[in-house]
């Protein structure tokens, strides 16, 4: 069974730009999650997804941050325009129901 | 807030001993957890989940729960180098959430 996959693996922007990121989970997963983990924290949740519809997004800065997942299967997440505190990895994890969930190798994104 | 805390370390071991590594969770109504390994660089893997109180043994790792402490912990048996990561604990909170905690980092010395 193939895992989260996740692109792209690094990116490095200027403030202000704009970046996007992209997941595919694991096949038969309906439930989707991205998180920021900021080096020395633990994974925070941005949004949560259950097949195409937003669960949870409380967390997610909605100014700046937007996200969607288009025919219950892929999703992207977009930060624009981008800050130095969003510098992070972006991870994205899949779970068949809402227990375990399974991680993508993640986006390293570095804001100068 | 709903909260999950562990110590961040670094837990240090020697080759072969046990490593405890322990959580608490603010929400009683948390009903499922989860211990995470995070090797530097890398993205969590799940290593055990755990529903009901007492222990659950999975080979040389067990998890405790203890939810009138609302404690959470997770043994190491003969702990080797290649444990040495940073354990990530989770609760599954009410409104299907799952939050982390910061972690600990685990050292096993050869």
Redesign the interface.
Known sequence: EAGVAQSPRYKIIEKRQSVAFWCNPISGHATL?WYQQIL??????LI?FQNNGV??DSQLPKDRFSAERLKGVDSTLKIQPAKLEDSA?Y?CASARG?????????TRLTVL | QKE?EQN?GPLSVPEGAIASLNCTYSDRGSQ?F?WYRQYSG?????IM?IYSNGDKEDGRFTAQLNKASQYVSLLIRDSQPSDSATY?C?A?FM?????????TILRVKS
């Not at chain 1, 375990?100 to 993640?106: A, N, S």
């Not at chain 2, 409104?95 to 972690?103: D, E, H, M, R, T």
């Open positions: 999650y020395g924290q633990g994974p925070k949740l949560q669960v949870d990895v991870l809402y227990n375990e969930q399974f991680f993508g190798p993640g | 999950v961040s499922s989860f890398k993205s969590p893997e799940l989940f990530l989770a599954h409104g299907n959430k799952l939050v982390f905690g910061s972690g």
